[in-house]
């Protein structure tokens, strides 16, 4: 989710966080070798399942106009971020016993992206947002688009 405040006409600050569903591959039954991420190439012997999950807290920058035709009011906005990103994977045989594998790690990284904001009564919103984010970890980059979907309550 979303939480920012508004400091002028134009502009908002606040922060962007969550954790964003587990990401599977299941390994086919062969023996070969495969790269993971920040991580490294590990020899997979058989059969294997690999899952990732990404939590995040970013300190973000919203810019761009209220505007209003008729009824309609809108906000259409930039956003840019750079904060904290935790990668937890894990790698299981596929008869579900552990091959000992799991790691943890914490990164910085950064996101920019473009959306729209509806207004839908005085105080109720709707927003549809895509970002691009990066994260910036030693054995190599993650990069994404996230597309989102908000509902807000403006106080």
């Known amino acids: 989710g979303r ?18 569903t587990e990401h599977r591959l ?12 920040g991580v490294g190439t590990f020899s997979i012997p058989s059969a294997a399942n690999y899952a990732m999950t990404v939590s995040k807290a970013v300190p973000i920058v919203d810019l761009g106009p209220w505007l209003q035709q008729g009824r309609l009011t809108y906000r259409p906005f930039l956003v840019a971020g750079l904060g ?20 943890a790690d914490q990164y910085g990284g950064g996101l ?5 904001t509806l207004g839908l009564s005085e105080s109720g919103t709707i927003t549809l947002e895509t970002r691009y984010e990066r994260i910036f970890s030693p054995g190599g980059t993650l990069a994404f688009f996230v597309p989102a979907l908000h509902l807000g309550y403006l106080f």
């Open 3 to 20: 939480l920012t405040r508004q400091i002028t006409h134009f502009a908002d600050v606040g922060i962007l966080g969550g954790t964003s």
């Open 26 to 37: 299941a390994f086919p039954e062969f023996s070969a070798d495969y790269t993971f991420p």
């Open 84 to 103: 904290w990103y935790y990668i937890d994977q894990q790698l299981w045989s596929a008869n579900n016993t552990s091959l000992g594998w799991s790691r």
């Open 112 to 116: 920019a992206g473009a959306g729209i």
